[in-house]
């Protein structure tokens, strides 16, 4: 009987910093509790994980060394499998992209209730109480859960990750995991075509989000770039329509980058863009909307329209 | 060859002008369309059966009360063969948020059409669970992808050929055996509008409304394990110097910005 259980992270040989932020969400999950925190860590260099996860406020890590990457078919089996065993009131894993592949299967399978994506994860004394953000951050909601234990996922992102180290038991667990039931073969990775640009060499970039509305008004971020000796970035949209090639796509799926400067020009500043550009020494950002989570992290900003501002502004440097 | 595909209809709000409640954003605000993501799943299923020459029957199946069949409409506008709508009075906002549910009556479908194929969006854009296609998999108890950018399906071989996008610009590659479920990501292709032809053929297409009695589901197997204490809208956190004024006052600000910070092309 455990309180918390967390499930590490890896790729790559490298734990991923989520798990470690992780950790620091199940340890305030387990003092609010009065419990202890158990980490999981599935596949891979599984020896080298544990000594690495064995932090301040760590309980006990379990082992689970079978295969070398993530298949969600054998994390889900694995898992539910340690949950029998461990029987934590609360099962805290990453809603990151592997998480999205196996979190909801796994509480079908525990047959728990799944919150995910929680930003604030706490215990009041009866029951989990977790923050959620709805449409893309507009409005927050505070969603409890009304049974006896709970799988919840949490953003990448929302804590910060621990860092002192601990002295944790560390136990190889001896999942059963039935090959029958291993439906997917995980065959590899492929880095996405960067294109003839890297946008992570420079120093100060144009980047271009939704509000820019057409294809043909790229012509005025380029031209905004070439006043600035700058290169020129985007948001996903207008990377998923096909304006401009992945390899300049800032975020989250795409490159994490730190400029010197960081304009953002008509993007929002959803979380998973802000997650690949937060690091940029100066942001400034041009949008419509004063309430836009972009000006949250930008040192300088225009509540306007970027079609007055940027034809402007190319003026005054030109 | 039978694909399934979920279309969800989505609230969604304007950029600042709303209110909200304890259970969240105040009724009259919210505009309802078709969840960005499904668009992309609904591209998916409908430009693999007309690369098939059509020997693929394309279903969507939406969960939603009676006004959900404007944006039904749509999604059979851009050339889903048919549509089954699942509806009961025994359905409220705290059944559907438990994915469980969700996943229940999707299941039974499932059942009741026994695709080759079920597409879902990654996430609907309103409460971003990001759960559905995934539950639905565990469900049935078949293979599944979450987070798919490339998908190339294999019939003969009874084998997808997938791609998920993971994070920093890197794709996992993976084969998932039919029947599957995958989760769709935006960005995968070019939705299509809906044509004119389209809208006026979607006019005459099948919309099934199907009850609990006939997916065989027992009210009973309706979870509703997460409730909504409250709603709040979140408090700005910006320390941004603002530069206000007309267009040229605010450009010549950020130009003198600008070359402070050394930045000028040469």
């Known amino acids: ?318 | 060859m039978k694909v399934l595909v979920t279309a969800k209809q989505v609230a969604t709000v304007d950029d600042d002008d709303f209110e909200v409640g304890v259970d969240g954003v105040d009724e009259q605000f919210l505009e309802y369309d078709l969840n960005e993501w499904d668009e992309y799943a609904v591209e998916s299923g409908v430009s693999f059966a007309e690369e098939c020459d059509d020997d693929v029957e394309v279903v969507s199946v939406t969960i939603g009360p009676e006004q959900t069949e404007e944006t039904i409409r749509m999604v059979l506008a851009k050339g889903v063969d048919r549509a089954i709508r699942v509806w009961d009075d025994a359905l409220d906002e705290d059944a559907l948020r438990d994915v469980e549910t969700k996943a229940a009556l999707l299941e039974a479908v499932a059942e009741r059409e026994s695709p080759d194929l079920v597409l879902t969006g990654v996430q609907a854009s309103d409460d971003g669970l990001g759960a559905t296609g995934v539950a639905l998999a565990a469900t049935m108890d078949v293979a599944w992808a979450a987070v798919a950018n490339d998908v190339e399906i294999d019939a003969d071989a009874e084998t997808v050929h997938a791609r998920r996008e993971l994070e920093g610009g890197l794709e996992e590659v993976t084969d998932v055996a039919l029947p599957a479920v995958l989760t769709i990501q935006t960005g995968i292709n070019e939705p299509r509008y809906a044509s004119l032809r389209g809208i006026r053929q979607a006019q005459r297409k099948e919309i099934l409304p199907l009850g609990l009695d006939d997916l065989d589901v027992d009210a009973t197997q309706l979870k509703r394990r997460l409730s909504v204490k409250s709603t709040r809208v979140p408090e700005t956190t910006s320390t941004a110097t603002l530069f206000e004024g007309e267009a040229d006052e605010t450009a010549t600000d950020l130009a003198e910005m600008l070359r402070d910070e050394g930045v000028t092309a040469e």
């Open chain 1, 1 to 318: 009987m455990s309180d918390v259980l967390v499930v590490a992270e890896h790729r790559q040989d490298s734990l991923r910093d989520v798990s470690f932020e992780l950790v620091t969400a199940g340890r305030n999950l387990a003092d609010e509790m009065d419990g202890t925190l158990d980490v999981a860590v599935i596949s891979g260099a599984v020896e080298s994980f544990a000594e690495a996860l064995s932090l301040d406020g760590v309980d006990r890590i379990h082992t689970v060394d079978y295969g070398d990457e993530f298949n969600h078919d054998v994390y889900t089996q694995a898992v539910t499998q340690l949950h029998d065993a461990v029987d934590p009131t609360v099962l805290l894993l990453p809603n990151s992209v592997n998480g999205l592949d196996y979190a909801p299967a796994v509480a079908t399978r525990l047959g728990l209730p799944y919150v995910s994506d929680t930003v604030d994860v706490e215990w009041d004394g009866e029951g989990v109480v977790t923050v959620r953000e709805q449409f893309g951050g507009k409005v927050e909601t505070v969603v409890g859960v009304d049974d006896d234990a709970a799988v919840v996922s949490v953003r990448p992102g929302a804590y910060a990750p621990a860092d002192t180290d601990g002295t944790a038991s560390v136990v190889a667990f001896d999942a059963e995991i039935e090959t029958d039931a291993v439906l997917t073969d995980v065959r590899g990775f492929e880095e996405v075509a960067g294109g003839d640009v890297d946008i992570t060499e420079a120093d100060v970039l144009v980047s271009v989000g939704r509000g820019i509305e057409d294809e043909e008004n790229l012509d005025l971020i380029f031209d905004l770039a070439e006043a600035l000796d700058a290169t020129v970035s985007a948001s996903r949209p207008v990377v998923d329509d096909g304006w401009l090639d992945k390899g300049r796509q800032v975020g989250q799926s795409g490159k994490v980058v730190t400029p010197d400067v960081y304009l953002a020009i008509g993007i929002s500043g959803a979380v998973q863009h802000v997650a690949g550009m937060k690091g940029a020494e100066t942001i400034v950002a041009v949008n419509t909307d004063p309430n836009a989570p972009i000006f949250d992290i930008a040192d300088y900003g225009v509540v306007d329209d970027l079609f007055d501002v940027v034809p402007e502004l190319i003026e005054q440097l030109g």
